[in-house]
């Protein structure tokens, strides 16, 4: 096996385990990344990175406040402004400096303050004051966790993880977020009167609206590329700028009295109480009663880290360099001891902001394509991304500016922000996992009347009863997540969604064909930057066959690769050698030829014609 590459499938004897061979992951992700350091550096001399920092800045900063706004109310305010910030900015910091992959944003998330309350309930059954320690000891176990399946190479099997869990992930995720803008609009109702509780209704809906037509507006025709570029960038100060200023209007609009973001004095925690908390003062058996908590926090770690490292480097994006998860794994370890023992909310990865991140310093550029029709030319816009700005600057950047956001004068300024707009935040990220999800796709394409969907779409090779099988594995994961963190059980979640990863493949590949599996679902994992990091493209298993039986070939990946060349399979009959010998091109083909012959016939009634292009493209 070659000495620099970093991989275990061809290894033979007592080498092919990785927990025999420690620090292998982490000592390659070192090699390969410590070479391009210093262009990490001279790479960022570009007004891309002055955009992204900027966008970057308030779309990790809205979202922490808005999330330790949740924790703040739900845990006796413990958590507040200051440990916000102070946790983001060290994460910001470190993983800048010392990171692999400095492209992924690492900050708080909404699911460490659901962990967080949650840990809180349970706590407060027995004695509250020992919340602060539990914590603290808390962190230290799921410090060590990180350090051991970083060593032990054990962020390989992520490599495994397809967009049936990630799917569901983020459709998790996009929901809780949306559940927790309601919860703050409602608490105002219930901490106030009806008029400001309207009031804060009116802006956090217009706050969201805002947001999302800016983006909307970058991502379309409208005005010219410049222009739109400069909504999309600065969608999120624009929005709150302008909201947070109509609060502030003199006469009616003043006089309601909604809530604001509570602060406290500048670079001290919330509470009466030093940075370092006096965890070695915790009963030895509550220090034990913290070892499975920390495990689960790994594990939630483990999983929302690395995705949100893969996001960041999906194959849409034209990366050059590389990344390294044992190594970061091993960082987000260290953040967290840290985080843990000064007693802030614990950071990590950050599904919707670290693509948006990528995106943000990806180059794109704006071509026409057009089409020509019996009724003239169709002129349609075709965005391609032709590099990515490969650096630590934005990311380093940005941690500075949390750390100027701890001073006085501008804690004065966030007091003046209404919790309204937060409510708002939740909704623009949580909308935003929703709608750009693979699940709410599909969804809509079930939904759809067949003659308007785009005949390319490969769904219409399936049988709607296979695709809403696939769904309902996907949705019922999804809702026994959902259902289980609103309980004081939420503290399990992690476990949930890690399991879909074995359910996807130990389960479901006895209800779907190879076909229809390469079809739904895909390894997420699926740029070679990031494959060289996890040890490479796992092979898949052996899967049902079209007739229903066991495939004899082993691996998806070869049976993927004979249905994308249209390569004959063997068949138990004429028929089956048929249809797998047709091509899906060929098939398409034949239905857009049907296709129009129906239309003029019939003039778009769907007989005759329609039922022959239906069996040939779903059959």
């Not at 049976?559 to 060929?586: C, K, M, W, Y």
Request: hydrophobic share 45%; glycine share 8%.
């Amino acid at each position: 096996m070659d000495d620099d590459s970093y991989n275990f499938d061809d290894a033979r004897g007592w080498r092919r385990y990785r927990v025999l061979s420690p620090g292998k992951g982490i000592y390659h992700d070192i090699k390969r990344r410590l070479p391009y350091y210093w262009s990490d550096i001279t790479d960022a001399f570009t007004y891309r990175v002055v955009a992204a920092t900027v966008r970057m800045y308030f779309v990790n900063l809205l979202p922490a406040l808005a999330y330790t706004l949740d924790m703040y109310r739900r845990t006796g305010e413990f958590y507040g402004i200051n440990e916000a910030l102070f946790s983001s900015a060290l994460a910001a910091i470190v993983f800048s400096l010392l990171g692999a992959q400095p492209l992924t944003i690492v900050g708080i998330t909404g699911l460490i303050s659901l962990f967080n309350f949650t840990i809180y309930d349970i706590i407060d059954i027995y004695d509250v004051s020992l919340y602060p320690r539990f914590m603290v000891w808390t962190s230290i176990w799921a410090a060590i966790f990180h350090w051991l399946a970083a060593i032990w190479n054990l962020c390989d099997y992520m490599r495994y993880v397809t967009d049936f869990s990630s799917e569901s992930f983020g459709l998790y995720v996009g929901i809780i977020y949306l559940i927790k803008g309601v919860e703050e609009l409602v608490s105002e109702f219930t901490q106030r009167d009806a008029v400001d509780g309207f009031m804060s209704c009116l802006i956090a809906i217009l706050y969201f609206g805002t947001i999302y037509a800016l983006e909307r507006i970058g991502q379309g025709v409208l005005f010219k590329p410049w222009f739109r570029g400069i909504l999309a960038d600065y969608a999120y100060p624009l929005g709150t700028i302008f909201w947070v200023g109509f609060a502030q209007i003199p006469g009616p609009l003043k006089r309601v009295s909604i809530s604001v973001l509570p602060t406290t004095r500048a670079f001290y925690p919330t509470q009466p109480r030093p940075w370092l908390i006096d965890f070695w003062t915790l009963e030895v058996k509550w220090v034990f009663v913290a070892l499975p908590f920390g495990f689960l926090l790994m594990l939630l770690f483990y999983y929302d880290h690395n995705v949100s490292s893969i996001t960041a480097q999906a194959k849409q994006y034209p990366l050059k360099k590389p990344g390294g998860f044992h190594w970061d794994f091993f960082l987000l370890g260290c953040t967290t001891f840290v985080a843990g023992i000064i007693g802030l909310p614990l950071p990590n990865g950050l599904v919707p902001q670290a693509p948006v991140h990528t995106d943000s310093v990806t180059i794109y550029e704006t071509t026409v394509k057009t089409t020509a029709t019996e009724n003239g030319d169709i002129v349609e816009p075709q965005v391609t991304a032709v590099a990515v700005v490969e650096q630590r600057v934005t990311h380093f950047f940005m941690g500075l500016a949390l750390i100027g956001t701890m001073t006085g004068p501008l804690l004065v300024v966030l007091h003046t922000m209404p919790r309204a707009v937060f409510a708002g935040v939740f909704f623009v990220v949580g909308w935003g996992s929703i709608e750009s999800n693979g699940i709410t796709r599909k969804l809509l394409f079930l939904l759809s009347e067949r003659r308007f969907v785009n005949l390319s779409n490969p769904l219409l090779q399936l049988r709607t009863s296979k695709i809403g099988l696939y769904l309902f594995w996907q949705l019922l994961g999804v809702i026994v997540c959902v259902a289980i963190s609103q309980t004081i059980a939420a503290i399990g979640f992690p476990v949930l969604i890690c399991a879909l990863i074995p359910l996807r493949w130990k389960i479901l590949p006895s209800m779907f064909s190879v076909k229809e599996l390469s079809i739904l679902d895909a390894l997420t994992a699926d740029n070679a930057v990031v494959l060289a990091s996890l040890g490479g493209k796992p092979e898949m298993p052996a899967l049902k066959d079209e007739d229903g039986g066991n495939s004899g070939r082993g691996s998806e990946k070869t049976r993927d690769d004979d249905i994308e060349h249209g390569q004959p399979q063997e068949a138990t009959s004429s028929l089956q050698s048929f249809r797998v010998a047709l091509s899906d091109e060929l098939r398409i083909r034949i239905a857009s030829v049907l296709w129009v012959g129906m239309t003029s016939d019939t003039a778009g009634r769907g007989v005759g014609g329609f039922d022959a292009m239906q069996y040939l493209v779903w059959h």
